[in-house]
């Protein structure tokens, strides 16, 4: 298998879910009193929806030409650039550090009492000194509640497509790169569990096979493995797979 292939593959699939994992764990990037799981939820699921999307029109992405993908590739990290830039320009454009307190995450546009006193004040930051953090974050919560949630959605479809502009990219490039046979190979494990038939003889369940597992079974089509201290004999039928 072409070393370039399985590079293309693995950075797809890790632009598709390591960066869910990671906002959810650490909050990066995500506005002051928003939810990091509606943001970890979103990125996560666009991001394996776009692979899933990209394997299901595999046949066609193989049919176009080597110069025809590379362009859209870079279409996609153009894009990612771009969105990348956008979502920093607006981030620190949106929120205010307040010293020694929560940040405050603003509105694109401000509206009623807020605009008024943002007029009077002059900035943001004269604004939280004159009327203090709480009651500037109150202020904006009832008078431009409907432009936070509209910022707040834009700031998320800008975010996302950081990451599966570059899901789509490297995916492209893999689905073009991979034959048949690395096909198989690089969806083994995968295929293990959710699509081949595994009959398990004397034991009711099967734990999640590993690598080492399948890959003898795929030259014998028959071992036996320890399972809970006792051996089981496993007979693993790979004819809807390798043939």
Known sequence: MKSLTIFFTVASGAFAVI??????????????????ALFSAIIEALGVLTLMILWLNKGNIRKRTEVN?????????????ICLFCYLFLFAYLIEEVPNSNSLFFPLWAQGDLKQNLEI?????ELITQFGRDDVAK??????NTSLILTTIILLAIYQLIFVSLTYAFGMLAVKSTSDEDEKLL??????IVRLEVEAIGCKSLSTLTWKEVKKPLQNRKSTFRKHGESTSLKINFQSFVG
């Open 187 to 192: 969806l083994l494990p995968v295929l293990t």
């Open 69 to 81: 993908v590379t362009k859209l590739a870079i279409g996609g990290i153009l894009v990612f650039i």
């Open 139 to 144: 202020l904006i919560k009832d008078t431009s």
């Open 19 to 36: 960066p869910g994992l990671a906002i959810l764990v650490s909050n990066v990037g995500v506005p002051p009193n928003s939810s990091n």
């Open 121 to 125: 004040f002059g900035s943001r930051s």
